[in-house]
């Protein structure tokens, strides 16, 4: 089978991070499981439609194993990065500290 368009699969990922209902439209086709995962980490929303896929596991019911299984491995390679991310700030923020530098910090891992 052809894999879907992408304004399908864009309005398929729409509808699942909007908490719109999201029944699996291909069936058992691998092509498609494979473009939604692709268009998923090219918007960079894999993990967060396994935050929306682990608040409400029916909605995605009907969707393949391959696609819960590409969300819950970004989720958890982006979970380690920003452990590591947040533990290496601590300590360059210690040694300014100690140093007598106070950065100003706008954004990321120190606000979070």
Do not use: N
């Amino acid at each position: 089978m052809v894999p879907p368009l992408l304004p399908d699969v864009d309005a398929l990922l729409g509808a699942a991070l909007s908490d719109a209902p999201v029944p699996w439209p291909w069936g058992d086709d691998v092509p498609a499981a494979e473009a939604v995962i692709e268009r998923a980490r090219y918007h960079g929303v894999l993990s967060l439609l396994h935050q929306h896929w682990q608040a409400d596991p029916r909605r995605f019911a009907s969707w393949p194993d391959a696609v819960a299984q590409a969300c819950r491995a970004t989720a958890l390679a982006q979970a380690m990065w920003e452990l590591r991310r947040r533990s290496l700030l601590t300590q360059v923020l210690a040694a300014l500290a100690a140093a007598g530098v106070h950065p100003v910090l706008f954004k990321g891992t120190a606000l979070a």
